[in-house]
């Protein structure tokens, strides 16, 4: 699933490409693109018809459009949702699930989708202008809501691996596992250190990191390991050049030489280096995957 800079790259391109416009038409292919929509898909195309997108904005990984009566339009990508700037005479795409068509006559919003794993949904605004559906969603690290001291307290409250209350979306938002694991890294902190028995300067520290690395990535277009993320043109991001764990394993540590070892983590892996990042002791055995495992 794209994380937050893949997501911020896909909102600049939709600020840049769609806001201001407005909606005159809405075609939907079959019926998993609406499926979030409970109302179904002739409501969403009635209530989205002849509507202006006044922003195009972003919490975490959560994308949406605002409109009028303040109304937003969820854009769920999923694993693999493409949003893409396309003129009205382009080839349809293999996978095109929804077609947005504007008033200016000028080029399309396409939502493609490989795997059909996302989809739209509309739904009403609160009065901090985030969608009533992930209100419970906290503010990223990139947001000027975010409250890094209060974060740090609520990290530090949890007996809980630091990977996991980072990749928590309640406590905050955006962190995914390719950038929990670059956060680490720079870090030298192991993802199964209990948060409870780090301190303070050390989690902020590690919050902090987690922020400069998306940045970085949001410079160089976030992050591709397929050709399944894309910008609104097409194009792919390539921090994963830039990776310094994530992805990693057996590739010398940039900063020790040692190599980088891949473990299981939630049903999916963790890169660390096993000199600068040592296992907590409390965590009994090893658990390093096999190079035939899954990412």
Known sequence: MPELPEVEVVRRGLAENVVGRTLTDVELRGHRVSRRHVLGPQHLRERLAGRRVSAARRRGKYLWLDLEDSVGLILHLGMSGQLLIEPAAAPDEKHLHARFRFADGGPELRFVDQRTFGGLALGDLDARGVPTTIAHIAPDLLEPEFDRDAVVRRVT???????????????????????????????????????????????????????????????????????????????????????????????????????IRRERFMNRSSFSCPRCQPRPRAVAGPRVLPSSARR
């Open 157 to 259: 409250s949890k007996h809980s691996a630091i990977k996991r209350v980072l990749l928590d979306q309640s406590v905050v938002s955006g962190i995914g596992n390719i950038y929990a694991d670059e956060a680490l890294w720079r870090s030298r902190v192991h993802g199964e250190r209990l948060a409870s028995r780090l301190s303070r300067p050390r989690v902020a520290a590690i919050l902090d990191h987690a922020a400069d690395v998306m940045r970085e990535a949001l410079d160089q277009g976030g992050t591709s390991f397929d050709a399944l993320y894309v910008n609104v043109n097409g194009a792919s991001g390539y921090f994963d050049r830039s990776l310094a764990a994530y992805g990693q394993e057996g590739r010398p540590c940039p900063r020790c030489g040692t190599p």
